[in-house]
Nanobody, 120 residues
Framework: QVQLVESGGGLVQAGGSLRLSCAAS????????MGWYRQAPGKQRELVAQ???????NYARSVEGRFTISRENAKNTVSLQMSSLTPEDTAVYYC??????????????WGQGTQVTVSS
């Protein structure tokens, strides 16, 4: 069984910074892409940033230049450093990973979500 556990959300003032972390654990053979999504009230879940096994990154246009995604393959972790936060960044942030487990194909896994609230 595979589990993703997030940490690091919270309340911050506009212009501030937060760092989100996510650790994958369980019966993991390999992890392909890892990423962060977010869902604001009344809106669809959207991709924020994604990073491949070799470190290729992809960002939503709205966060480019402000957010940085990174991962440590040896620890099965992914992080999202968020800077210059605005109230529009307020959302529940979800960690996502494409994971191959022992004796299984690649499946998509999600964390439980962590709230990020940016006050103006």
């Amino acid at each position: 069984q595979v589990q993703l556990v997030e940490s690091g959300g919270g309340l911050v003032q506009a212009g501030g910074s937060l760092r989100l972390s996510c650790a994958a654990s369980g019966s993991i053979l390999s992890i392909n892409a890892m990423g962060w999504y977010r869902q604001a009230p009344g809106k669809q879940r959207e991709l924020v940033a994604q990073i491949t096994w070799v470190g290729t990154t992809n960002y939503a246009r709205s966060v480019e230049g402000r957010f940085t995604i990174s991962r440590e393959n040896a620890k099965n972790t992914v992080s999202l450093q968020m800077s210059s936060l605005t109230p529009e960044d307020t959302a529940v942030y979800y960690c996502n990973a494409a994971i191959r487990s022992w004796g299984s194909n690649v499946n998509d896994y999600w964390g439980q979500g962590t709230q990020v609230t940016v006050s103006s």
